[in-house]
């Protein structure tokens, strides 16, 4: 799961929490009827005996859906990021468009740039159209390595790779992790 | 932030998973007229108590007070994972390893020993925030050091350095 839909969910979560909990305020204060009333009304309690065994098999499979559920969240929550596949779309004569697998190009480029001095890990991403890619580029630096020479490096080759593929980016977009390490003297 | 939403979401997952199967449990286990006391007494609980019980009422104000701390800490601005280089060229530093190089640049002024890096960025400068623990007549020294970083890092016009270096107590 991406920091995204971490926050999203958690988002989600605290509005309902404030809607609930607000709305019960609201009813144990007076300000909505019912004040008066058990938590747990005659209402369910005549659904659960009458309902029998349907009930039972509904709150059963309830508990068994609300299981699932803590299962897949806990699934994705300790699955590690793998890598993103960007697709490159090449508009097509009529209405359509072709998407373009991009693992190959984004290959060849990431092995281009780990030639690069400093740099020791690379990732690449491309989306867009062909013509015109949005790259994004992370890079691992050694820390002994000049950020400067390692910038002049990458955009280097980010060139060598527009010229090979006969593009033009429309944004570049870098990260550089400089590794904490002590440096080699 | 970003860790604790991770941590969280792990902890609502396992409390999902064994909530949800503890209520099948239950709920196959009344209907087998064998409720466990459990049950017994929640439900005594749940059909005795009245939403005005102050009881209820302190657990639902809390519950709202929780729901809107969680919601602040949700949408307010969070710090970056990354900060910018220069304005157009789309280079980025990761925060985190910028903070861990300058810590180390700081460690490495003699009678300096812990030290804490924060980086904040100000339009085009970079402000970072050294707390250390060591002399306090090394300040010169540790934004002098924490200045050829940021050169080497190719920061942009890093701003004021805020240095607080506190005496190490003495052992006795």
């Given at each position: 799961m991406s920091n995204a839909a971490h926050r999203l969910l958690w988002t989600v979560l605290?509005?309902?929490?404030?809607?609930?909990?607000?709305?019960?305020?609201a009813v144990g204060l007076g300000w909505l009827p019912g004040g008066g009333a058990p938590l747990l009304g005659a209402g369910p309690v005549t659904w659960w005996r009458a309902g029998a065994p349907w009930s039972v098999l509904a709150v059963a499979v309830g508990g068994v859906l609300l299981a699932l559920l803590g299962?897949?969240?806990?699934?994705?929550?300790?699955?590690?990021?793998?890598?993103?596949?960007?697709?490159?779309?090449?508009?097509?004569?009529?209405?359509?468009?072709?998407?373009?697998?991009?693992?190959?190009?984004?290959?060849a480029l990431e092995r281009d740039l780990l030639r690069a001095p400093g740099v020791h890990r690379a990732r690449v991403l491309l989306t867009g159209p062909v013509a015109r890619p949005d790259v994004w580029v992370e890079v691992r630096l050694d820390p002994a390595a000049g950020l400067g020479v390692a910038r002049a490096e990458v955009d280097a080759a980010v060139r060598r790779f527009a010229a090979t593929l006969g593009c033009r980016p429309a944004h570049l977009d870098v990260t550089a992790v400089v590794d904490e390490a002590e440096a080699r003297h | 932030m970003r860790t604790v939403n991770r941590i969280a979401t792990l902890l609502l997952a396992v409390a999902l998973l064994t909530g949800g199967a503890l209520l099948a449990i239950g709920a196959l286990l009344a209907a087998a007229g064998r409720p466990g006391p459990l049950v017994h007494r929640w439900y005594a609980t749940l059909t005795t108590i009245r939403w005005q019980d102050a009881p209820v009422r302190a657990v639902a104000a809390g519950?709202?007070?929780?729901?809107?701390?969680?919601?602040?800490?949700?949408?307010?601005?969070?710090?970056?994972?990354?900060?910018?280089?220069?304005?157009?060229?789309?280079?980025?530093?990761?925060?985190?390893?910028?903070?861990r190089r300058l810590a180390r640049a700081?460690?490495?002024?003699?009678?300096?020993?812990?030290?804490?890096?924060?980086?904040?960025?100000?339009?085009?400068?970079?402000?970072?925030?050294?707390?250390?623990?060591?002399?306090?007549?090394a300040r010169g020294d540790v934004e002098f050091a924490l200045r050829q970083e940021l050169d080497r890092l190719a920061a942009p016009r890093p701003g004021p350095i805020e240095v607080r270096l506190v005496p190490a107590r003495r052992a006795t």
């Open positions: 605290a509005l309902l929490l404030v809607a609930a909990g607000g709305a019960a305020s299962q897949r969240l806990l699934t994705a929550g300790l699955r590690v990021p793998g890598r993103l596949a960007g697709t490159l779309t090449h508009p097509g004569d009529g209405g359509g468009r072709t998407r373009v697998a991009s693992e190959v190009l984004t290959g | 519950v709202t007070l929780l729901g809107v701390v969680m919601l602040v800490a949700q949408l307010r601005r969070w710090q970056p994972v990354r900060l910018r280089l220069a304005e157009q060229d789309g280079w980025h530093l990761h925060r985190r390893s910028v903070e700081a460690r490495a002024v003699p009678s300096v020993r812990r030290a804490r890096v924060r980086v904040r960025r100000h339009g085009d400068t970079w402000r970072p925030r050294v707390t250390a623990t060591g002399d306090p007549a």
